[in-house]
């Protein structure tokens, strides 16, 4: 399933923007609840059965809170409906790690794989159904009384596979009622270009480079192994923040208002800074849902410092069921705390160019175990960026093609455009110039969703 496909494009999308804005408004969320298992369907048919039971659990464990008279009878069912909702992730996200530790450390080689598939987005929704569990037993917001309405929410399309992270208590006046703009569908065109022109111009180019490098790294040589880690931070931001940008303009499209994803996190200073602006709905998430309820920094710089490490070892193995990511949320789990108990006053002494590149070499070397198939991987690719080895020529030449793709990514994950944009908004040819520049990038993407071969989002493994 590609969210930036021909036929999503132009079959699909097409149909379901058509079909909501004439339909009365009583009909919607029916038709875009079909919308959204269809295009769940289209993709993995078998697992549409279980973002079916999680819906179906969360909606009952939400009325069934709302009818307990007692709070030690909510929390039960809170409890009950956690535990169901982690359950399900477990099994099919991390039992195949699991088991495969355990032969290793064992030697019980001879007993069989699991061999279960992640059905894609799994990740998204459950947190999302977690997140409404609590917020209803917090009372920050009413159970959903409305089937339709909160099977919705779990599925709704633009932001299922990937994000953002939306709440329930975010959406809920607007999946009962909400206003379609022309302002706001044209502001939802333009969010979904720039997020495909992201995607698909950017990002994709970016991962050739990076899969050229990675794929035999100690015959490139230190710097050019540099050059592939930064090609593979520049894919990554502009994948991600691509597809939580289209996400958010389809949003648009159909009345909806998610939250912002991103904030150009590399112009970040700091990691602090850095984690303050990347994957915004997931961190806001650990921090109201774990890190706060463990009591956050109220308990002593010991519970503190037990808090950060839990929520980052989490935050790491969140994202995928591989040992290195957990390192890779350690790894920021223990710059967090330096930051914040050592490094910070002095760090912000510095000039503001180098608390940049300080940032920025942390943020690097940290996507190379974040990239990377395990530890061992990692560590070799890291030793190469760090030797004194110069490499062959062939790396070089591999690199120096990219130099000017290079410098066009650096300044487009900067707000330099935006600001451009902001300036010239009100020129009289603006709107005729949105316009063209529009079609421009549809036309180039579609010619280069032609021409490449299929090349779904990163995300869309966690």
Not at 147 to 159: G, M
């Amino acid at each position: 399933m590609v969210f930036s496909s021909l036929p999503f494009l132009f079959l699909f999308l097409t149909v379901v923007l058509l079909v909501s804005h004439i339909l009365p408004f009583r009909f919607r969320n029916f038709f875009l609840l079909l919308a959204n298992l269809v295009f769940y369907a289209y993709g993995e048919p078998v697992y549409i059965l279980i973002m079916l039971g999680s819906i179906l659990v969360n909606f009952f464990c939400g009325v069934l809170m709302g009818k307990m008279p007692t709070k030690g009878r909510q929390k039960a069912v809170l409890v009950v409906g956690i535990v169901l909702n982690l359950a399900a992730l477990g099994v099919f996200k991390y039992a195949g790690l699991f088991l495969d530790t355990f032969k290793q450390v064992t030697g019980m080689t001879g007993i069989p794989d699991v061999g279960i598939a992640l059905p894609i987005g799994i990740s998204f929704y459950t947190f999302q159904a977690v997140s409404y569990l609590i917020d209803v037993y917090w009372k920050d917001c009413e159970p959903s009384g409305n089937f339709i309405n909160f099977a919705c929410y779990i599925s709704l399309f633009p932001q299922l596979i990937a994000g953002p992270i939306v709440r329930y208590k975010d959406v809920n006046d607007q999946l009962r009622s909400r206003h379609e703009t022309l302002d706001g569908f044209n502001s939802g065109v333009r969010l979904f270009m720039v997020g495909m022109a992201k995607k698909v111009l950017l990002a994709n180019q970016f991962g050739v480079l990076w899969d050229t490098v990675s794929a035999n790294p100690t015959e490139a040589g230190a710097l050019v192994a540099w050059c592939g880690a930064v090609a593979y931070s520049l894919q990554l931001y502009f994948d991600f923040s691509g597809y939580s940008d289209m996400a958010r303009g389809l949003g648009k499209m159909l009345g909806f208002d998610f939250c912002i994803n991103f904030n150009y996190p590399y112009i970040s200073k700091s990691v602090t800074e850095f984690w303050r602006r990347w994957h915004i709905s997931l961190s806001t998430w650990f921090r109201d849902y774990v890190y706060i309820p463990l009591g956050g920094n109220r308990k002593g710089k010991f519970r503190q410092c037990v808090n950060i490490f839990v929520v980052w070892g989490l935050t790491g193995f969140w994202h995928g069921a591989g040992w290195n990511f957990l390192f890779w949320g350690l790894y920021y789990g223990v710059l967090l705390l330096l930051e914040k108990l050592v490094l910070g006053k002095y760090i912000r002494k510095l000039p503001s160019p180098i608390q940049h590149l300080y940032a920025m070499v942390i943020v690097v070397i940290g996507w190379v175990f974040f990239a990377s198939p395990d530890l061992s991987t990692a560590g070799t690719y890291l030793g190469v960026m760090f030797s004194l080895e110069a490499g062959t020529m062939g790396g070089a030449a591999t690199v120096l093609p990219w130099l000017g793709m290079g410098i066009l990514g650096v300044v487009a994950a900067t707000p330099l455009a935006k600001m451009v944009w902001e300036r010239c908004k009100d020129w009289k040819i603006m709107p005729l110039a949105e316009g063209i520049l529009c079609l421009a990038g549809l036309l180039l993407c579609v010619a280069s969703l032609v021409s490449d071969s299929y090349n779904p989002f990163l995300y869309f493994r966690f």
